[in-house]
């Protein structure tokens, strides 16, 4: 401030303390090389899994393709050396998804939904899924004294216990039976996967410690690896999982019974607990169902797809299952730009979109399709092998009325034909 000749008499002025927005702008310049690699590794792994998955869309389709003709007229051993190619196949591809998995939940890309879920539903759902498993192994399974609602995400803890049931019964111990239980102690709950078993099938537990590395084997150390099916990491990921659901999951070793796996996790207090007794039916090995379907005497089917893909595999693939449902026409174009025209032309019933294509994306084809009055309201589904979470989440945004994955699982596939076309009285 001056006076009327320019002289200073007084100087007034404003501090800020920067210091939180300067150590803010530090930290944020720190993470972004880390935010980076994390961006880089997640789309490396899509695109990844994305090439792995197109060739074994080929070799699982055309070997579940053969096996339904090698039931009919085959040599003798025919069907189970197609048997062990399609087992390495689903092995190979469950190593795919894990490690998806793992990288999602290592990079926080992985979305968790907690609620109450209800103990004895969930193993009820669950060991059905391992009863094959189990009947090769001659191994029993067992569910009792199943108490509590748990807080959990339902699909993410039904993993977990898969996992932990499949390692209990691939192990090398080999036990007589796999038991399942859970016990409420207050405010947590306590599920319990372990062995059970007698005399030369009980050997010693396997180190705990060990349990949790990554690409470690039921029973390596003691030369168990071999008959192991399993991916290396199921373990890893439950742990990982159990961790993002808030709890702990933790292993220790039973004289002459095995390994015994514990998860702990918040009780709910929303929902009553349960109490259940269950001995698992296992079902006979080697049952097979074919690829193609049978409809219902006096009834029939009928639908016009239309399938845009440039890969000439898929494109046979696809073709085979859909004539297998009777009723069902297919038409195939190999470009975006050749897909929209057809569908102009043909009016389709349903539209199968693969996103990438040589000339345009699948996203593009969608935006096309629906710009035109011939095909704007025609179901559209993509099928495609980009099969992480965000790619499924980014077409459903996009506007495809459904996300199918590759390779493509013949019954789910069938099922879902059969259900967009069901069939009607003749």
Known sequence: MRDEHGTALRRVGVNWDI?????AGQTHQKTLPAQRESQAKSQFLSRMSHELRTPLNAVLGFTQLLQAEARHAAPDGWLDKLGHVRAAGEQLLALIDDVLDLSSLETGALRLTCGPVALAATVA???????A?????A??????????TAVADPTR???????LLNHAIESGSAPDEVVVEAQDCGGRVVPRVHQRGTGPRAEPPEPPGQLFEPFGRPGAERGGSAGSTGTGIGLT???ALV???????????????????????AASTNGPAALVSVEAPVPAAGMATAAGTVGRPGTQRCGQLLYIEDN???????EALVLSVPGLCIACEGTGAQGVARAGQLQPDLILVDLQLPDFAGFEVLRWLRAQPQAATTPCIALSANAMAGDIARGLAAGFDDYWTKPIRFKPFLEALERRFPARAA
């Open 237 to 239: 990921i439950a742990r």
């Open 139 to 148: 191994v029993r399974l067992r569910a009792r004294s199943l108490a509590g």
């Open 125 to 131: 759902q669950t060991l059905p899924m391992v009863q």
């Open 243 to 265: 961790q993002g659901m808030e709890g702990t999951l933790t292993a220790f070793g039973e004289a002459g019974r095995g390994t015994v796996f514990e998860v702990t996790l």
């Open 157 to 163: 803890l039904q993993q977990v216990l898969l996992n």
């Open 19 to 23: 210091t939180d927005a300067r150590e």
């Open 133 to 137: 498993a189990a009947a090769k192994r």
């Open 312 to 318: 000439e595999v898929n494109v046979l693939l696809v």
